[in-house]
């Protein structure tokens, strides 16, 4: 600093440069020199500027607030930050959309990210939610071609609505998130205005070594506001940027948009008595059979200082748990819980934990976690690099959650029976029932029928046919109305205007 408070410019080393609008050169025409390290560091630096976007989720948005427990549910989770009224706990949240790129709009339609970083007394926790209570698969292996379908053609490089149906065509068991997607839900206003689903059953514990299968809901204090299809395309066009504008001047201007947290829970012996299975992540626990339990409130009232520090960098995991919270056997969310840190630790390198928007405010000890690059903590010192018995004695906590038996022999088929034996095909079910609650709604089966159809008339008409020939098994009238609004489209059914494809 000189003497008036203000910053003197310097390369990254120090050196104070008198002239950084300048280069070193030979004469008044150059060539330049090798020695200007000014040029270099700023050059070689502005090329190493982007890291990975994110392969699903890159476009996003994110703030810093709260959570704050506003009732008691110690007889089912015992975690330290739960355990008093009032409680106040650091979070970060950010929200996303899930199949663009980086500079993607934010208004399309796409399920949208909800994930919560809790810097509780316990560790890190992380809520790695989205905004629809259900999701696309059922087992993890279809998650990287479902999410292929969502993004560009290999060849065109241009989004296919052949790839994206045949999807659904071939792997039924997503028509209950398509309808969400498909209905005006799948083009939310704002963030603030819609809310987040664990969607996966967890598995939550008291101290007493009682668990029971939960299920998280955070409800938009702000009301679910949505756009249509039309708005929507609007949107995208007009403003990209409309939910990060619409986020970031709410929070700037004092209007801290919050969320109410709610559980569901389920014992053992109701799981073993669904119709479904607990662990099927294409369905939704009924509210008249498991209500709600209100638990907290979420807020966020603080805007990052750095968007690239803190919500680009920020790593988010469903394996980022704390005692009394874990995993169930959903083989969807088992998979994540390996996913996450992996690909994080090629995105922003082996030592991602260390970023400080992604460092837990508990205190962490683990010696043999130490070196690989960008080493920047201290490394633990001399502190010898196993657990010794020698030198700094370390003490163990006595182990907090429940042990459960699993074996039985290994199964290699399709997925249908993860857990319990489910008879008959249960997976228009929900759907259906989804649809009646779109009926209470003015407009919102047509807006669905509209919206599918919209999307759907850029394939090949042997995909037309297939979606509609689908739908009618969640309901006749629903098979109809896309028909209707697919020929109001494209009068000549069978015309396919997107599709490289003959016909
Ligand atoms: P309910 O009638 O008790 O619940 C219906 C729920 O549907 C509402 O509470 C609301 O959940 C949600 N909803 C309302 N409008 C829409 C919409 N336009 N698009 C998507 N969801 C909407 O019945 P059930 O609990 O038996 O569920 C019936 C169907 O509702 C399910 O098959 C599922 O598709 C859908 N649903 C159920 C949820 C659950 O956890 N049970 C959660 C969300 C949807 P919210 O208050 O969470 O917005
Ligand atoms: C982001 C994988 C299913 C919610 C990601 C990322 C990967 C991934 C690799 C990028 C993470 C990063 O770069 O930091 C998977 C796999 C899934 C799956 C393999 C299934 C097998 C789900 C489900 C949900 C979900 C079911 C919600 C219930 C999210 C969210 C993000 C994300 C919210 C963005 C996190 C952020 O904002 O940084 N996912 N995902 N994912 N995923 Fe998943």
């Keep these: 600093m000189s003497d008036n408070k203000k910053p003197t410019v310097t390369t990254s080393q120090g050196y104070p440069i008198p002239n950084p609008f300048e280069t070193q050169r030979i004469g008044n025409h150059g060539p330049l020199l090798l020695q200007d390290f000014n040029l270099i560091d700023s050059l070689a630096h502005f090329d190493r500027e982007r890291i990975p976007e994110r392969v ?35 979070a970060l949240v950010r929200f996303s959309t899930v199949g663009g790129e980086m500079g993607s709009a934010d208004a399309a339609r796409d399920p949208r990210g909800f994930a919560i970083k809790l810097y509780t007394e316990e560790g890190n926790l992380d809520w790695v939610y989205n905004n629809t209570p259900v999701f696309f698969i059922r087992d993890p292996i279809k998650f990287p071609h479902f999410i292929h379908t969502q993004k560009r053609n290999p060849q065109t490089h241009l989004k296919d609505p052949n790839m994206f149906w045949d999807y659904i065509l071939q792997n039924q068991e997503a028509i209950h998130q398509f309808m969400i997607l498909f209905s005006d839900r799948g083009t939310p206003a704002s963030y603030r205005h819609m809310n987040g689903y664990s969607g996966h059953t967890y598995k939550w514990s008291n101290d007493k070594g009682e668990w029971h299968y939960v299920q998280v809901h955070l409800i938009s204090d702000q009301g679910i506001k949505t756009l249509n299809n039309e708005e929507a395309v609007k949107m995208s066009g007009e403003n990209p940027d409309h939910a990060q504008e619409d986020l970031f001047n709410a929070i700037a201007t004092g209007d801290a948009p919050s969320w109410t947290c709610y559980i569901q829970t389920m014992t053992e012996e109701q799981a073993k008595a669904l119709p479904f299975s607990v662990f099927d992540l294409t369905k939704v626990w009924p509210h008249k059979d498991f209500p709600l339990r209100r638990f907290g409130k979420l807020t966020l009232n603080q805007n990052p200082e750095n968007y690239f520090a803190e919500i680009e960098q920020a790593a988010f995991s469903p394996s980022h748990t704390v005692p009394y919270q874990e995993a169930s056997a959903d083989p969807v969310l088992q998979s994540r819980l390996f996913s996450y840190p992996d690909t994080q630790r090629h995105r922003l390198g082996t030592n991602y934990a260390q970023i400080p928007v992604n460092c837990p405010y508990a205190k962490t000890f683990n010696p043999i976690i130490r070196d690989g690059a960008m080493t920047v903590n201290g490394n633990y010192g001399s502190c010898p690099n196993y657990l010794s018995s020698i030198e700094n004695p370390v003490e163990y906590k006595e182990a907090k959650g429940f042990n459960y038996q699993a074996n039985q022999e290994v199964y290699h088929g399709p997925a249908q029976p993860f857990h319990w034996k489910v008879e008959g095909d249960i997976d228009y079910v929900q759907a259906s029932e989804l649809y009646k609650v779109l009926g209470r709604q003015p407009g919102q089966q047509k807006a669905l029928a509209h919206n599918i159809a919209g999307h759907v008339s850029g394939a090949i008409p042997k995909i037309q046919q297939g979606v509609i020939n689908l739908f009618a098994k969640v309901s006749p009238q629903l098979s109809d109305d896309i028909r209707e609004e697919i020929l109001k489209i494209n009068p000549k059914q069978g015309q396919c205007p997107y599709s490289h494809q003959k016909l």
Excluded at 70 to 88: H, M, P, R, W
């Design 56 to 90: 699903v989720h890159a476009k996003g948005s994110g703030a810093f607030g709260n959570f704050i427990v506003t009732d008691d549910i110690s007889d089912v989770c015992s975690s330290a930050f739960l355990n008093e009224i009032g409680k106040k706990t650091k």
